[in-house]
């Protein structure tokens, strides 16, 4: 009977995978054990094994194509079995899935809008827009300018208002078609997002009661102050505003907002801004809005002709490029782990500078002998790893409900790859050689690059390493790697003027940065944590005592 093999769980922050590579093909004998696929997970490359024997009747997700876990990955079963019910079961399944996030989707839409105008009571073909969220960090915006008035034909795609944000005035687009039916906002008046900003339905619909509603359902607008007499009416304000704005224009020669012949220019703002930002005369752009209207996209693909290069104004000429790269699993993970370290472990930073005269010539000693070659990394994953057994409050981890306090060192050393960094363990380093930490380092870095490396070999670090000296980079801070609660950041040896005994001599120094989680390690702690390491690091000696 056919066996259906879905995309595994390969590590415990998993929940999408890509196919790196396929080892088997569709009609393929595969056989308990069989390296079925390559799959990159958030973490590594891995190898997929089938716990199956038959033949590979089906795969699911093709290489280079990313799925979440449980996703139909292939499927194995006796040769020529027929599988249709089994791939239109999954077909079913996948339309389910996608039925149910559309009923959430719909739910949360419902849940958006007011309780006095659900969406079920619109009439048909009636939309409220209301205020877009047009930046990250925007909390209510401002209606610069209506470009269609209520009565109008809007088609998808058609600019309704320019809205000012706290970033920008931007152009907002229709994404439905209709009749302009209801205007929430008058030019100049703000509100926050979601709030109601207009109708958009068949000619003729009555939405004064939705309009009343939407309103009494708790949005709230406010105007920005006016100069103008309330008294005046608003064709009347319109009419002396555009007077006042022509006589303050000056007609000698062009300007953003005036043509070569002396008439206004019609462009969005957004547009004047981006036009004086490039250096581009707006008199010679020519607007495909409507009404001849210059807006974002006139600017991006304006070039400059011969006759604008005689202005004597500079004119940028260079052509903004740029490649999109998809997000590896790898890149996804890191930045999720990394930003919810930051933002939940209270970090900070002690900084301290060790004197490597005595490093150096233990190492030049120690690698004279035959077949050994250790590195200044291997030295300081060696003296972190006594000074922790000294210091368990260092080697300890942070758990919402309890604190760890390890009894046993492994040691975390970052190792940067081309998709990211990852984090291969070198375990009971206190119990291990120099060289034995040397070959270790070396072998997992191989690994690393390849994308070889297991996850048990990326699990269950206590502290972790991050060198940076071979960049020749002096000092830097890191971010810790959690649940772990500190992490040590080590720079370059640099030659430079010391004072020893009083008198000024050449010497070799290294910065190393330790950052602390405060909620497991006291400053106390990590400073004599920081002491122990500096005995070890400045008497090398002593390690092999």
């Excluded at 595969?30 to 089906?58: C, P, Q, R, W, Y």
């Excluded at 280079?64 to 079963?77: P, R, S, Y």
């Excluded at 309704?160 to 005035?169: F, G, H, N, Q, R």
């Excluded at 970052?414 to 375990?427: R, S």
């Amino acid at each position: 009977m056919a066996e259906v093999i879905n995309m595994p769980r390969l590590s415990d922050t998993m929940e999408e995978g890509t196919v790196a590579t396929w080892l088997k093909k569709v009609g393929d004998k595969v056989e308990e054990g069989d390296i079925l696929a390559e799959i990159e997970t958030d973490k590594a490359t891995m190898e997929f094994e089938s716990f199956n024997e038959g033949t590979l009747l089906h795969i699911g997700i093709q290489e280079g194509e990313t799925a979440k876990v449980d996703a139909l990955l292939a499927i194995i079963g006796e040769e020529g079995e027929d599988i249709s019910e089994l791939l239109n079961g999954s077909s079913s399944s996948e339309e389910e899935t996608r039925s149910e996030e559309t009923e959430e989707k719909i739910e949360d839409k419902k849940e958006d809008t007011t309780e006095a105008e659900s969406p079920e009571e619109l009439p048909e073909g009636v939309t409220v827009v209301t205020m877009p969220r047009l930046s990250d960090t925007m909390e209510e915006g401002t209606v610069a300018t209506w470009l269609k008035k209520v009565g109008d034909e809007v088609e998808e795609g058609d600019i309704l208002a320019e809205i000012e944000t706290d970033k920008a005035t931007m152009e907002f687009e229709s994404f439905q078609s209709g009749t302009l039916l209801h205007i929430g906002l008058e030019e100049g008046e703000s509100a926050k997002v979601d709030a109601l900003l207009a109708i958009i339905g068949p000619s003729g619909t009555d939405v004064s009661g939705i309009a009343k509603n939407f309103k009494a359902g708790g949005s709230e607008s406010k105007s920005e102050p006016k100069t103008e007499s309330k008294a005046a009416p608003k064709e009347e304000k319109k009419e002396e505003s555009k007077k006042e704005e022509e006589k303050s224009t000056p007609t000698s020669k062009p300007t953003a907002n005036v043509s070569e012949s002396g008439g206004r220019i019609f462009a969005s703002p957004l547009a004047k801004k981006m036009a004086e930002e490039k250096g581009i005369n707006l008199s010679q752009v020519k607007g495909s809005g409507e009404n001849g209207r210059i807006v974002k996209r006139d600017i991006e693909s304006f070039t400059p002709s011969q006759a604008s290069a005689s202005v004597g104004k500079f004119v940028p000429t260079g052509t903004e490029d740029f490649d999109e790269v998809p997000n590896s699993n790898m890149r996804k993970a890191i930045a999720k782990n990394l930003a919810k370290s930051k933002f939940t472990a209270p970090h900070y930073y002690l900084n301290v500078e060790f004197d490597m005269e005595n490093a150096i010539a233990f190492r030049a000693q120690y690698n004279s002998l035959p077949d050994t070659k250790i590195s200044y990394n291997d030295m300081i994953v060696k003296a972190c790893a006594l000074a922790l057994k000294q210091h368990p409050q260092v080697n300890s981890q942070w758990f919402d409900d309890r604190m760890k306090l390890n009894n046993h060192v492994h040691i975390g050393v970052a190792v940067a790859v081309p998709d990211g960094l990852v984090v291969p363990v070198v375990k009971f380093a206190n119990e291990q050689s120099l060289t034995q930490i040397g070959v270790a380092v070396k072998d997992f870095a191989g690994k690393a690059r390849n994308k070889k490396l297991s996850l048990d070999e990326m699990e269950g670090s206590t502290f972790t390493i991050s060198n940076l000296g071979m960049f020749g980079i002096e000092s830097f801070t890191s971010i810790i790697n959690q649940p772990n609660s500190a992490i040590l950041s080590v720079g370059a040896i640099v030659s430079k003027p010391v004072v020893k005994n009083g008198q000024v001599v050449p010497g070799n120094t290294m910065k190393l940065t330790m950052a602390c989680d405060h909620r497991t390690v006291d400053g106390a702690t990590g400073a004599q944590f920081l002491q122990t390491l500096k005995g070890y690091i400045e008497n090398p000696v002593t390690m092999l005592v």
